[in-house]
């Protein structure tokens, strides 16, 4: 196992040598039984190495109507940050599964399947205008994995968990087969609260001294407080921001 792994570093240093004649890269430190690709990435460094790591992942198209990605299925120009660094691809968010991919342009045959890369690493993503990061453990309001940044500021935070549900059967639209439904989940976070959002009570809540501010806000302002109204909850959150709770 060794040999081939030597072997695959040989290789992989020619080519670096050929790519950056300049550059020289030693392999005496290495432990052949580490994972090579941080050996890599420690060697010639990070910010000379394209986005290339991650498997195919193919598309299965399992729905006639609708899909399991954010807003819609075609490749989006967007912003992702992968182990400290930022780079600009097309990518794709499958809510469903909760996974980011990218399209693999390292090769014209492969261009159109998507690539998976590790998640865990992927710190951030912009797609459109909407914001996601990673949350894993107690940073995570739910389930580890990406939360939407609908708000944010030091004292109070609104994450938004995207996901979708499969129906397998005829819809009330008439549709048969699979359908995928858009689902949201609300968070409001501050510095000694995770409140899940379904109404204007997960403010009273957080503020609990400052009810009837809320209530004289929203009832002044129109607003609905509830999942899908981002409008309204980033309009309140704000109010709360300039207040200066904590």
């Not at 006639?64 to 299925?73: A, M, N, P, T, V």
Request: aromatic share 14%; charged share 20%.
């Amino acid at each position: 196992m060794k040999f081939f792994k030597a072997l695959f570093i040989f290789i992989l240093t020619s080519f670096t040598t050929l790519y950056n004649a300049m550059g020289q890269y030693s392999v005496s430190t290495l432990d052949l039984d580490d994972h090579v690709t941080i050996w890599y990435d420690s060697m010639i460094g990070q910010e000379n190495i394209g986005l290339i790591e991650g498997t195919l992942y193919p598309f299965l198209n399992k729905s006639l109507h609708s899909h399991e990605y954010f807003i819609e299925k075609n490749w989006q120009l967007g912003r992702l940050t992968y182990k400290g660094q930022t780079f600009e691809v097309n990518m794709l968010y499958n809510t469903f599964h909760d996974l980011l991919l990218i399209q693999n342009a390292t090769n014209s045959s492969t261009k159109m399947e998507p690539l998976k890369l590790a998640q865990y690493l992927i710190s951030d993503f912009e797609i459109g205008d909407k914001i996601f990061k990673r949350l894993d453990g107690i940073e995570a309001p739910e389930i580890p994995g990406f939360y939407q940044v609908l708000f944010e500021a030091p004292e109070i935070n609104i994450l938004v968990r995207r996901a979708k549900n499969k129906v397998i059967g005829t819809t009330s639209e008439g549709n048969s087969g699979v359908t995928y439904y858009p689902l949201a989940s609300y968070f409001l976070m501050t510095k000694n609260h995770q409140i899940k959002i379904n109404n204007k009570s997960a403010f009273f809540k957080a503020y609990p001294s400052h009810k009837q501010e809320i209530r004289d806000f929203i009832g002044s302002n129109g607003l609905l407080i509830k999942p899908n109204q981002d409008r309204d909850i980033k309009k309140l959150a704000m109010y709360c921001h300039q207040m200066k709770w904590e």
